[in-house]
């Protein structure tokens, strides 16, 4: 593999001997049920090869002053669960989600969810205790965020086009390890705890974080960080399983061992300090954040998107479009939050609703840079990547083409097309297509 990211890259200079090592090496994510989902093809998905190597070449690079503009602003919004008093919600914001209760939901096997249990639920949820904690906190793992203490899922009726598996409404966000939290309370049966992070709130479970002191945050918010820009490595703990890490995860850096920094959970639940070590033999998957944004680091990031399976909020370890998105602008320092509405507006938004298609793929194409805009109509987000052939080429994570009878061509996946997916089909509902519905351009 052509090295890259000289530069920045961090190349451990210890012994692999070192007693009680964790090490932060490759990996990979665990099989699961998503990775058996529909991921059909369209004329897009085989007539455009599916790398994103060759777009790379239409970027203007950043300079450095404009990245570490970008970076500051995105360690500021990072440790910001660190710099509040409290949650910060108003009182719909905390409780939206009971709004499950009065619908019809399922489970994954088509029965319906009880009432009782969304009494149990929303009991469990303990929000009289709400901000007992109030406490800054950080994940020791790879966890999930979900809108109820509990990991039962949440369908609508899964015999509709587009609900059932993977889209668990009790799924808010993955959350990667070394996140900031702000803590809020405890569930009744102290199995999970109400936090909120830099761009999303919800539940995690107790075991999966730590609360975190003054001391802590000291040495842990250093001004000096690194990002993986390898996706799904692991963690080891003395060649123990530790914890799934995804590109674009973050970890400070110890100023005089050079080492990566986690949190390990003491017997009063507090974090302390632990380090990590990378082999020399594993190059190019941590670097110092943020990493140039030129071509060759702009291909090598953004072609591990693609083929990744579709899981909405981050579920079973994989990305939905905003994770997506995200994951592939953190290494180079730039902050987007959670959902695709939020990073609408986290860049400079340049309207295109209402304009006619032609138009439309024309503004694009005078205003969209590449692999630094995104494409964004109500509920998906996508990056755009440049111009082939007179039409503005996209990678995004698809669920799926909508059909003139309602139901998808399932994509279930990161692919690249144009923005009109799926023309070729003559059951293709043409006024759902992409171009015919985006709304905004968001430069960065």
């Keep these: 593999m052509k090295k890259i990211i000289i530069t920045f890259s961090l190349l451990s200079l ?22 058996y989902m529909p991921a059909n093809q369209i004329a897009d998905t085989t007539d455009i090869v599916q790398d994103t190597t060759p777009f790379t070449e239409q970027i203007t690079p950043m300079s450095r002053e404009e990245q570490l503009y ?7 919004k990072y440790f910001e669960p660190w710099d509040i008093m409290s949650m910060e919600l108003t009182e719909v914001e905390k409780t939206w989600q009971f709004k499950y209760a009065k619908e019809k939901t399922y489970n994954r096997d088509g029965s319906k969810i009880s009432k009782e249990w969304y009494k149990y639920a929303i009991k469990n949820s303990n929000f009289d205790n709400y901000e007992s904690i109030a406490k800054a906190g950080i994940t020791l793992k790879h966890t999930n965020l979900r809108l109820y203490p509990s990991l039962k899922e949440i369908y609508y009726d899964p015999n509709r086009t587009g609900e059932g598996f993977p889209f668990d409404y009790a799924q808010n966000s993955a959350v990667y390890i070394n996140t900031p939290l702000f803590v809020s309370h405890y569930s009744l049966d102290k199995k999970w705890v109400y936090v909120k992070t830099s761009y999303a709130f919800g539940w995690i479970k107790v075991s999966d974080m730590a609360l ?36 674009g995860t973050i970890f400070p850096v110890d100023p005089i061992t050079k080492k990566y920094l986690i949190a390990k959970k003491d017997i009063k639940g507090y974090a302390y300090i632990s380090k990590v070590i990378v ?4 190059t190019n998957i941590i670097a110092y954040k943020p990493i140039k944004f030129n ?13 990744e399976p579709y899981g909405w909020g981050g579920k079973l370890e994989t990305r939905d479009c905003s994770a997506l998105t995200r994951d592939f602008f953190a290494p180079f320092g730039i902050y987007l939050r959670r959902n695709s509405r939020q990073q609408a507006q986290d860049g400079d938004a340049i309207s295109i609703r209402g304009l006619d298609a032609q138009t439309k793929k024309a ?26 052939k007179g039409e503005p080429i996209i990678l995004h994570n698809y669920w799926g083409v909508r059909l003139k009878n309602g139901d998808k061509r399932v994509m279930g996946r ?24 985006l709304t905004d351009i968001v430069n960065f």
């Design 212 to 247: 975190v002191n003054s001391d802590f945050q000291n040495i842990f918010r250093n001004d000096k960080y690194a990002v993986t820009v390898k996706d799904n490595l692991q963690l080891l703990d003395d060649g123990v399983y530790l914890s799934l890490v995804k590109m």
């Design 14 to 35: 210890f012994s692999i001997n070192i007693y009680a090592n964790t090490i932060l090496t490759f990996g990979e994510r665990r099989n699961s049920d998503i990775d």
């Design 414 to 437: 990161g692919i690249i097309t144009t923005t009109k997916p799926g023309i070729e089909r003559s059951d293709v509902r043409k006024k759902s297509m992409l171009i015919n519905t």
């Design 363 to 388: 503004t694009i194409l005078a205003n969209a840079k590449p692999c630094r805009s995104l494409l964004f109509v109500a509920g998906h987000i996508m990056l755009y990547l440049g111009e082939q």
């Design 279 to 282: 082999h020399d033999t594993d």
């Design 70 to 76: 970008y970076d500051n602003q995105y360690n500021q």
């Design 295 to 307: 071509a060759q680091n702009v291909a090598y990031i953004s072609k591990q998107l693609v083929g």
